[in-house]
């Protein structure tokens, strides 16, 4: 009833809130992986040995023009770590990088497979979100729901956007929507990342800049070269 009420006011007031004339800041995602769900089969005996969730958080950094999303850890946290262990921990598994750039319909992505740094550019893909209607608030902001299959996972992508910021980005590769993603769900309930904190406000133009660091190769080189891994990975665990 109270979801149905929101609907009702939300499609009676956006034409009225119109676009946020903020359209440049830094929004904290917090991301909530589910590692028992990836343990399947033969593989379901490492559950006791493995947490079931991994948590980790990122920032998205952006402009109407361009954004960057990367790994974020709270200065804090790191302090913290320091008085601990009395020394600096460097981060293992980074995660990806992700540039994008809305005016030429650009992306530079940087990926680290097996300790390697690979750097992946191509155009921005519509990934074909259907908008359902369906809407709710995210941090406080008013949301429209749109679904994506996942058939590689055979899950269904959802994601939460707000048009009231007409910025076509989001977190990780969920983006090309009609404004910002606020939170990122799958049915299954193996995934879950929402924003946390979000500051607006203009940002500093040297932190827009496209990671360079790693191997260039292309979508499908990278693709080949992690199956390829994978199998013979496989094949060596047989022969052992």
Request: aromatic share 10%.
């Amino acid at each position: 009833m109270i979801r149905n009420t929101f609907v009702l006011l939300l499609f009676i007031l956006l034409p009225f809130f119109g676009e946020s004339q903020e359209t440049s800041g830094t929004i904290i995602y917090d991301v909530k992986i589910n590692m028992h769900k990836q343990l399947t089969g033969e593989r379901e005996r490492f559950k006791e040995f493995i947490p079931e969730y991994r948590t980790s958080s990122f920032e998205l950094v952006f402009n109407d023009e361009q954004s960057v999303y990367r790994r974020y850890e709270d200065p804090a946290a790191m302090v913290e770590r320091r008085g601990r262990r009395g020394g600096f921990r460097m981060m293992m598994g980074g995660g990806s990088t992700v540039f994008r750039d809305f005016e030429d319909q650009s992306k530079v992505e940087q990926r680290e497979f097996m300790g390697k740094n690979f750097v992946i550019t191509g155009s921005l893909d519509q990934k074909g979100w259907k908008v359902t209607g369906e809407a709710a608030p995210i941090s406080g902001y008013p949301c429209l729901k749109a679904t994506l299959p996942d058939t590689a996972n055979d899950r269904t992508l959802i994601a939460w956007f707000s048009p009231q910021v007409g910025v076509p980005t989001g977190p990780a590769s969920y983006a090309q929507l009609p404004g910002l993603v606020l939170q990122v769900e799958t049915d299954d309930n193996s995934l879950t990342i929402t924003a946390r904190e979000i500051k607006w406000g203009e940002v500093d133009e040297k932190a827009l800049n496209a990671p360079r660091r790693g191997k260039e190769v292309t979508e499908e080189e990278y693709r080949a070269m992690v199956r390829k891994t994978m199998e013979n990975m496989r094949q060596q665990r047989g022969r052992n």
